[in-house]
């Protein structure tokens, strides 16, 4: 197995269920409002976002005929992955500083 698709694997539980995004956006939010970063506002927007755009995925509003090759997502699981991973660092860092 890649590397990458042990690194994204976690993410396609998005795809069955999309609205399960809603929680790492909440989660950015939490974060957000205890560090004041924007960063981790940025990241609650992008997950926020992408829980709409996986939802209309989902529902077929937003692909016409066969959605099972997803090519969008070589794009959008990385962006995802590293507006988190800044998100969270940033926030951590600034929620330790007084």
């Not at 269920?17 to 990241?43: H, N, Q």
């Not at 992008?46 to 996986?54: A, M």
Request: glycine share 4%; with cysteine; charged share 15%.
């Amino acid at each position: 197995m890649s590397l990458a698709a042990l690194v994204y694997r976690p993410l396609t539980i998005f795809i069955a269920y999309p609205l399960l995004a809603l929680v790492p956006a909440a989660l950015f939010v939490v974060l957000y409002r205890a560090s004041g970063r924007k960063v981790a506002a940025a990241a609650a927007a992008l997950w926020l976002l992408y829980t709409v755009y996986e939802y209309g995925m989902h529902r077929r509003w937003l692909c016409t005929g066969e959605c099972n090759i997803r090519v969008d997502l070589l794009l959008l699981y990385p962006v995802l992955w590293i507006i988190s991973i800044v998100a969270l660092i940033v926030a951590i860092r600034g929620r330790r500083k007084p």
